[in-house]
């Protein structure tokens, strides 16, 4: 009996030290390195928001390091000085899909977790990667707003000969340009009726200024133009003020696309556009901060597993196949998808605060 007892006492101690073991790692004096595409911007600063009180309820530090103006050149720069001044971690909104993969690499090298958020770089090149959706919802997402805000004044979407285009910052932001392949192809499957005039699309480089420019001679190139997807928070904003500025308003022409909900709220009221979406990009911002954190941390995390995020939920590391079907494979790479997207509408935008 004393020996049964003793076993006993052997598997409960075993199951206990398991049980402890199971327990994540965590850390204090972490830091990361929080690094949007450009600052200034009224997502990415909001992001930011998110990331900030996040870290601060969650015992580590996010420093917030951008440019305003968006390059490569600028985003290479801001990891050196990650890898150099000795933080534990970077969380990056890329620029461009494969521009940052020898910085990103080198960071890893250097011991830093690496982890992507908003628009990514190489699956080899970071280990998790936060995503607002995979390219099919938020292109189907874009189109369907635009064919809801072109019926509203009265076009038949299904029988009309529409004419639409792309504005957006650039080809080569990954991202923005898998919604945009994805929407022309949900387009092309449900509304054969519609023409894209611009299929090479127009590009304002994450520039405000640049973004209101082109948005100008999009009108003037195209007077008649049925509808106008803006993927990108900067072209959205701009797009809307170069229509303010030619006197067309949401009866004349259909904008819309992605951009945080204080940046277009005027523009709404002023019956400019009737509806633009977005994700809660506080919780992306503070989602891919966590996760930096906890790689930081030393726990380690492979396709498969679930990660329970404070105040957040339970999220699955899902394999990068699901943004993009040539991606790389491996256990210790993938996506993490946000959970919703929301459409804003003069009815519900102020319940939204960034």
């Known amino acids: 009996m004393k020996h049964i007892s003793k076993i006993l006492a052997a598997l409960m101690a075993a199951m206990m030290l398991a049980s402890v073991m199971a327990v994540p790692a965590m850390a204090e004096n972490i830091t990361v390195v929080f690094v949007p595409k450009l600052s200034g911007n009224a997502f990415f600063e909001s992001a930011n928001n998110g990331a900030q009180k996040y870290a601060a309820e969650n015992g580590f530090t996010v420093k917030y390091d951008g440019n305003p103006e968006a390059s490569v050149a600028n985003q290479v720069a801001i990891i050196q ?5 000795g933080a534990d971690a970077i969380c990056v909104s890329s620029v461009d899909a494969t521009g940052l993969d020898d ?11 690496v982890t992507t958020w908003d628009s990514d770089v190489s699956g080899n090149c970071r280990s998790l990667m936060v995503s607002q959706g995979t390219p099919d919802i938020l292109g189907k997402m874009l189109v369907d707003m635009l ?6 004044r009265g076009k038949d979407v299904n029988a009309d000969a529409i004419k639409y285009c792309w504005h957006y910052s650039q080809a080569t932001v990954a991202d923005q340009n898998s919604w945009q392949v994805a929407g022309e192809n949900y387009i092309r499957e449900t509304y054969p009726n519609w023409t894209n005039v611009a299929p090479s699309n ?35 904003p701009g797009q809307a003020q170069a229509a303010q500025n030619l006197g067309k308003t949401a009866q004349d022409v259909s904008i819309t696309g992605f951009a945080a909900p204080n940046s277009m709220k005027d523009y709404c009221r002023a019956g400019i556009l009737s509806r633009w979406g977005l994700w809660d990009c506080q919780v992306q911002g503070a989602l891919g901060c966590y996760l930096a954190y906890y790689l930081a941390c030393g726990n380690e995390v492979k396709v498969g597993d679930t990660i329970d995020v404070p105040q957040i939920g339970e999220v699955e590391v899902m394999p990068n196949t699901i943004l993009d079907a040539n991606a790389y494979t491996a256990d210790d790479s993938g996506v993490v998808l946000l959970p919703e997207r929301v459409v804003f509408t003069i009815e519900n935008m102020d319940n939204y605060n960034f």
């Open 147 to 152: 064919a809801e805000s072109m019926t509203e």
């Open 81 to 85: 000085n990650a890898i150099n001044s």
């Open 202 to 236: 127009y590009y304002s480089e994450q520039d405000a200024e640049k973004a209101i420019v082109v948005g100008e001679s999009i009108l003037t190139a195209y007077p008649d133009i049925d509808g106008i997807i803006c993927n990108d928070s900067t072209a959205l």
């Open 103 to 113: 910085a990103m690499r080198e960071a890893m090298e250097a011991g830093l977790a």
